[in-house]
């Protein structure tokens, strides 16, 4: 098989001491994160977490899950969301106070209309859509053929979590799964669908907003000023309609209405890794070995030249930054919004180890 274009492996020709540098902090990561060990979370462990399939009879359901059914309930018997949210927040309790601590509307009125079982073929034809776009995106890019059968069997373990009903109503699912779609269907200068994508996946979760900052800033810095353009136009809009939540939940809130705890808890290591591990497939497989495969993705993703691996590579790592600042153990679930896009890093990490440990040592290779 040969290359589509050269110059697609990143560390081919590194020079000798950076690339022996890089190989060390490479083994020292990979050994770190075998030793970090798993966060304490009230659905932490891997036992307690329901099966793809269906359901785990003899697991009680979140909170967080019960909040949204009572929601979607109520508005199936025709009560509008904000008249509801604040109340069902009271009733558990959940904070009201930030109010980011309580969601946009969008996934609730989907799932008031179509039920858990109309989104079962949803979830389904979002797995086939992005499993087909990342085949035609490694069909693209310089390389992407070495990589094209491997690195589509990888996401389609990435976004098979897509299945798991029991998390139909968790809002970072659905943005996950959305988000990996996107970043498949983009290209640079072919961005519409992309957009489109990404601009449903903010209405259900604003913490996809640095998805789209992140590809507005490349295609400024290809200086694709439309591009560019269209990326910020989609941010401004979003931040006017956040505010008009914000606005609201703000009017929505009494004294003695209880302040939710601080997000930022500095969690290092151990949230970067718990996040990603725990809302994905690899929460099956034991910590020690998880872990590494969490910065393998992205050292995959890191040694392929070219505009995929270059997306995916800020995307791991800046995502991977905010866990490590923010985020409190029982907030995991955040990782569902990067982990289906990361998995098929994993296809290019032999072609990165090999690649770093031949530029590193020569005469060895």
Known sequence: MTDKAPGWDRFAHWRKGPARLLLFAVALVLALAALTPSPDSKTGEAADVPSLTGDNPERPRDDDLTLYDNVVERLRGGEQYYDVIAEEHRKLPFPLQPGLAVRLPTLAYILALVGEGGMVPIGLALMALTVWAWWCRFGDEPGGENFRLVGSALVLVGVSLGLARYFFAMHELWAGLLVALALGLHRPGRWGWSLAVLAFALAIRETVLPVVLLLGAMAFWRRDWKEGAAWSALAILFAIALLIHLHIIAGLVRPGDPVGPSWLTLR????????????????????????????????????????????????????????????RNENFYWGMVVAPAMFAGLAMAPMALRSLWRSAFPSVA
């Not at 930054?321 to 985020?327: E, V």
């Open 268 to 327: 290092g290591l151990q949230g970067w890794i718990g996040n990603v591990v725990l809302s994905s497939n690899l929460r099956w497989l034991p910590h020690s070995l998880a872990g590494p495969l969490v910065f393998l993705m992205i050292l995959g993703w890191a040694g392929w030249k070219s505009p995929a691996g270059r997306t995916l590579t800020f995307f791991s790592l800046g995502y991977g930054l905010a866990f490590m600042i923010a985020g």
